[in-house]
Each structure stands twice: as C-alpha cells, then as structure tokens.
C-alpha cells in the first residue's frame, strides 16, 4: 500500500539551528510529495512539493528533494526562527486526478529564543 | 478569491447529538476531501466526494458519519449520535478537476473542531 512515515517528535530547536525532518514514503507508481506546515489552532498550510525524481522543493528557507533512491524528502532549514514552531506533516498522491493525500503523523517542531 | 470556507470553526455537542460540519471548496474546485485529526495523530482520509457523488469513502466509519456534495451549497459530513470518542478536528481540502492540475497540491480550510460533552 501507500504510506508516508515521518520521524516522530517533538523536535525542540534553539532559534538559528539547522533543522532536518525525515520522511520516507512507500508508493505504488510515482507518487508527488508535498509538506504541509499546521501552525497552533489552523488548518493545513502547503509549504513545498516536488512532483517527480530529483525535484527539489523550496519555500521560505525550506527545502526537500525528491530522492527516488532512497524514497526519501526529508525537508530541511539551515536557520529556524521562533516564528517556524509549527507541526509539520510530509504527504503524498498518486498522480492521477482526484486522488486523496496521503498523510505521515506529523512531526512537532518548537523552536526557543 | 475565498479559500476552502468551514463553519462552524468550533462545535460543541452532547453525546447522542447531531454534528453538522459544512465545506465550501474554492471556486472553481470539484472535488472535496473530508479529513479527520485526532489529538496527538496526523490526517486521517475520511471520504472523496465530487458534486452528487461519493467516490471513494474507505476512510469512513460504517456507522453515524456520512457525507454529501450536492449540486448547489456546500459539502456536509454528518455525525448522528455524536460520541467522545468523535472528538477532533476535521479538515476538508479542495481541488481542481482537471488531471493537469493534480499537482496542484489542495486547499485546506481552517478546521472544525468538534468536541462531544
């Protein structure tokens, strides 16, 4: 079956510190992977994607690669702010239209001043 | 342009209670997405719906929850008979019909979340 699998939190981060969320995926097919950040009390926000092999998704200082290899897109930051403490869910869809995210556990992220 | 629009934002119901939780997908989106969060889990699929038609509905309980998008008005999941254990968040996304556009990614609303008393 298909189904994402995060590195389970919290992570707790001093502000400037690099940052580095695994997320590994099984899929059938060639999925696109997405990273979706929920900050405290709102919906799901989509902070990057990348929709094939070695595609490199990037949004505010965030960044994930597309490694088919290794069915990896581990999302990364070389400086979290205070303002980045979030939960952060790695996601995954066929490609086909209609089809429903695939969602990994989400991993809680608190950065500290 | 309006994003997906949940209301309410939050419920309160007592066990044995209806829910009504209420979806308006982005416009021009036919396609609709019902998600569920549990305290301290990620998303869960519930159902897929396009206008008058549920297509996939794996995620679904088989007993109290159901869900509809009709031709006009908003999409509707349905909770009868509301017990504790139906609190969470429930999230629904939007996106757009055309299979050019499939990775588009999805709009998610804001959330309604339901607590049962």
């Known amino acids: 079956g298909n189904s994402v699998t995060q590195m389970e939190g919290p992570v707790t981060l001093s502000e400037e510190a690099f940052l580095t969320i695994n997320c590994t995926y099984t899929?059938?097919?060639?999925?696109?992977l997405f990273w979706y950040v929920q900050y405290p009390g709102e919906g799901l926000q989509l902070l990057l994607k990348?929709?094939?092999?070695?595609d490199k998704g990037s949004n505010k200082g965030f960044e994930a690669t597309y490694r088919k290899e290794t069915t990896s897109f581990h999302l990364e930051k070389g400086s979290v702010q205070v303002s980045d403490s979030a939960v952060y869910f790695c996601?995954?869809?066929?490609?086909?239209?209609?089809?429903?995210?695939?969602f990994g556990k989400g991993t809680t992220l608190s950065v500290s001043s | 342009n309006a994003g997906v629009m949940q209301n309410p934002r939050h419920l309160v119901r007592r066990r044995g209670q209806e829910a009504r939780l209420r979806c308006s997908p982005m416009k021009g989106h036919s396609h609709v997405y019902w998600y569920r969060q549990l305290p301290e889990e990620g998303l869960k699929f519930m159902v897929y719906l396009q206008k008058e038609n549920i297509i996939d509905e794996s995620g679904m309980p088989k007993e109290r929850f159901s869900a509809e998008f009709p031709k006009e008005g908003p999409s509707i999941l349905r909770i009868q008979q509301v017990v504790r254990g139906d609190s969470a968040a429930y999230f629904c996304?939007?996106?757009?019909?055309?299979?050019?556009?499939?990775?588009?990614?999805?709009?998610f609303g804001s959330g309604t979340r339901l607590t049962v008393v």
């Open positions: 996304a939007s996106s757009p019909l055309s299979s050019s556009d499939v990775n588009y990614g999805y709009t």
């Open positions: 899929a059938t097919g060639y999925p696109s």
């Open positions: 996601a995954l869809t066929l490609n086909q239209a209609g089809t429903a995210l695939i």
């Open positions: 990348a929709t094939k092999a070695d």
